[in-house]
Nanobody, 123 residues
Framework: QVQLVESGGGLVQPGGSLRLSCAAS????????MGWYRQAPGKERELVAG???????NYADSVKGRFTISRDNAKNTVYLQMNNLKPEDTAVYYC?????????????????WGQGTQVTVSS
């Protein structure tokens, strides 16, 4: 009923840039918080950046000053602009959305994940 579809991952050299996008579709009444997480091989999934419905943002210390999260509420889309990428940024990046879904008379809050997109930073 609700899908999050990520795009924009790929292979980039150190110091390069990538822009990730995540579009939410389906039975969506409203979207509260949205965010990006990442998981490197052998490591736990970690929060990279989050953004509230009002545009308040928060970032992991490791990406502050290099990554920028933004959202387009009209398009139900969240973006992650990643600059000055480092090899340690290599991971699968996942989109996350906390939203209201359902049908008239029966709405409920639920958290959704995208399928993930690979980001590899290597020379």
């Amino acid at each position: 009923q609700v899908q999050l579809v990520e795009s924009g991952g790929g292979l980039v050299q150190p110091g390069g840039s990538l822009r990730l996008s995540c579009a939410a579709s389906g039975r969506i009444s409203s979207i509260n918080g949205m965010g990006w997480y990442r998981q490197a091989p052998g490591k736990e999934r970690e929060l990279v950046a989050g953004i509230s419905i009002g545009g308040r943002t928060n970032y992991a210390d490791s990406v502050k000053g290099r990554f920028t999260i933004s959202r387009d509420n009209a398009k139900n889309t969240v973006y992650l602009q990643m600059n000055n990428l480092k090899p340690e940024d290599t991971a699968v990046y996942y989109c996350n959305a906390d939203l209201i879904t359902g049908t008239i008379g029966l709405y409920y809050q639920k958290n959704f994940w995208g399928q993930g997109t690979q980001v590899t930073v290597s020379s």
